[in-house]
C-alpha cells in the first residue's frame, strides 16, 4: 500500500474516532491579542472529514486609517493538502504599508503522532526581497484529554515588515494537521521586542567577527 493511501486511511480512522468525542481542547486556543486591529490578517483552516484537504473555513483582515495602506493582491491558500506525508505550505497575504515590523501567530493542531512539528518556517516577500520570519516564543506541546490531538503555538516576527508569507510546515510522516490559524499584525516594535532584535544582531556581529 502506497504512503498516501496509508495517510487517508489513518485520517479517516482518527477522524471517526475525533468527532464521537469530547475534547477540552480548542482549535483556537491562543488567539493574539493583536487580531482584529488595524493592519491585521487572520486566516483558519480546518481538516475536512476522511481526507488529507484543509480547507478555509475563516479569514478577515483590517484597515487603517491610511488611504495608501493596501492588502496585497495574492490570495489566502485554499484548499490545502501535503505535498509529501506531513508536509504544508500555507500562504496568505498581507498589508503593502510603511510600518517598519511585522508580528505572525500560527496556531496548530494535529493528529496520528503527537511528537512536536519537526520544522516551521515562513518566508515572506518585501517586494523583491526574501525575509524570513525569526521564531521568538514556541508554547509547550498540550494533548487533548483523549490523547490522539496535540497542540502548539508558535510567535514569528519579520523586519523588515512584508507584503505576504508562506508557511512552511513538516510534522512526522504519521501526522495529520487538523487545524491551522494563522495571524499577523503590521506595526512598531514593542520595547521587549527591540532589545531581543538588537541581542540578536550583536550575536550575529560576534559571529562574523570570530
Known amino acids: 500500500m502506497n504512503t498516501s493511501k496509508k495517510n487517508v486511511r489513518l485520517v ?8 464521537s468525542s469530547t475534547f477540552s481542547l480548542a482549535d483556537d486556543l491562543t488567539p493574539p491579542t493583536y487580531r482584529g486591529d488595524p493592519l491585521s490578517v487572520h486566516g483558519h483552516w480546518n481538516l ?15 484597515d487603517d486609517t491610511d488611504p495608501t495602506t493596501t492588502l496585497h493582491p495574492l490570495t489566502f ?3 490545502v493538502q501535503p505535498g509529501a506525508p506531513g508536509q504544508y505550505q500555507f500562504q496568505l497575504p498581507n498589508w503593502i504599508d510603511t510600518l517598519p ?10 493528529m496520528g503522532d503527537l511528537n512536536p512539528p519537526i520544522s516551521l518556517a515562513s518566508q515572506a516577500m518585501d517586494g523583491t526581497t526574501t525575509i524570513w520570519g525569526q521564531i521568538v516564543n514556541t508554547s509547550p506541546l498540550q494533548v487533548d484529554a483523549a490523547g490522539i490531538k496535540a497542540y502548539q503555538f508558535f510567535d514569528l516576527i519579520f523586519q523588515p515588515n512584508p507584503d505576504f508569507e508562506r508557511v512552511n510546515i513538516t510534522l512526522n510522516p ?10 499577523t499584525v ?17 550575536a550575529l556581529l560576534k559571529r562574523k567577527h570570530k
Open 101 to 110: 515590523i511585522k508580528y505572525m501567530r500560527v496556531q496548530l493542531t494535529w
Open 174 to 183: 504519521n501526522s495529520v494537521l487538523s487545524q491551522v490559524v494563522i495571524d
Open 12 to 19: 479517516i480512522a482518527l477522524s471517526v474516532f475525533v468527532f
Open 48 to 62: 475536512i472529514p476522511g481526507s488529507t484537504i484543509l480547507n478555509l473555513t475563516n479569514s478577515s483582515w483590517v
Open 186 to 202: 503590521s506595526t512598531v516594535p514593542e520595547p521587549a521586542t527591540m532589545g531581543l532584535l538588537g541581542f540578536g544582531a550583536m
Open 77 to 79: 491558500s485554499n484548499p
